[in-house]
């Protein structure tokens, strides 16, 4: 009796670890073999990478001031980023209205929201988004020297932190001999800029050599704010034979107040980019910063890829300048202009 219960109960007790067995087999069909933990980590890795369709993007924008060609790098950038990334980029863009201040606010809330990109359109922008990170990537754009504009000594063409981007700088010396195909004969030029901006004072500073060394006597004509803008427009006009302006912001954003006082007094201005030149000059020799945009655009989804190290990508220079003129201003001043120059599209 006592024999036959013992061997009920191994029976039953290799039943139930038979099944125990089969159990376990069957459970391990459905999972991970064994390194799981490591292959959920990759996985979790690659999800950072757009292909896989699930990672979107926030990419903060901060944009100095509204004006015609800092709108036109903004537009070229996100219809580059829409393109290749569709919905899954998020744009959180902020313009400063003029105000460096307000620049430095911003870049500090893009880093505290954590986004994955910052475009910093114009000087005043990625001086602020520098200052704000070292760790999120930043890309400029519309800015014409990025060595003056983060204090950079022995610039080489590339920023070597979490800067890069593109430049709007346009060849000066061919600024200078664009001034001197049209008025030969003139013998004083004003460098009208604001001395806020370092940018505009390297533009100056560097076409002044330029128109020197082409016989003009050239004088440097810098304004704080829109504030004094009328008041140094007035005097630089009065004393000139012609006026230059760089791609200078606050001139950008106030054309009205230097063609109030050069149109009348038949003093043509040469500019440093197409929107002032449209707005108050003769012409210009000017980029497409909407391809600027395009440009930079690109130079971003690499960095979101992974594809590029961001303290390893140089600045990027516009490839193609074209001459342009201002058939109104031209008009008005009874000038006629060289061949090869396009006629600036009214808008």
Known sequence: MKRKL??????????????????????????????SGSSSASIGSTAKNPDTGDKT??????????????????KGFRDTLTEEFGDKVKFD??????????????????????????????????????????EIPVLG??????????????????????????????????????????????KTVGLLYCSNENNSQYQVDTVQGYLEGLGYTCTQY???????MAAVTQTAADNSDILYVPTDNTCASSTGII?????????????????????????????????????????????LKGEANISEMPIEYAANFTPKYNKEICEELGVTPPEGYEEISVE
């Open 259 to 303: 063609d109030n006082i050069c149109r009348p007094a038949k003093i043509p201005v040469f500019c440093g980019e197409e929107g002032i030149a449209r707005g108050c000059g003769v012409a210009t020799l000017s980029i497409s910063y909407y391809d600027l945009g395009v440009a930079t655009g690109k130079m971003a989804i690499k960095i």
């Open 93 to 134: 863009e902020q313009n400063a209205a003029n105000d460096s201040a307000t620049c430095a606010t911003i870049a500090n809330e893009f880093v505290t929201s954590k986004v994955d990109l910052i475009l910093a359109n114009a000087t005043p922008a990625v001086q602020a988004a520098a200052t704000a990170t070292s």
């Open 222 to 228: 810098p304004f704080s704010d829109s504030n004094d």
């Open 141 to 186: 754009t519309s800015v014409t020297e990025y060595g003056v504009a983060l204090g950079l000594e022995n610039f080489s063409g590339t920023v070597g932190s979490n800067v890069s981007g593109t430049s709007d700088l346009a060849p000066l010396d061919q600024q200078a001999q664009m001034i001197k195909d049209w008025y030969p004969d003139a």
């Open 6 to 35: 013992s061997l009920r109960l191994i029976a039953g007790a290799l039943c139930v670890l038979m099944l125990l067995a089969l159990t376990a087999c069957g459970g391990n069909s459905d999972k991970e073999p064994a390194g």
């Open 57 to 74: 993007y926030t990419v903060g924008i901060c944009q100095l001031t509204p004006h015609e060609a800092l709108d036109a790098a903004t």
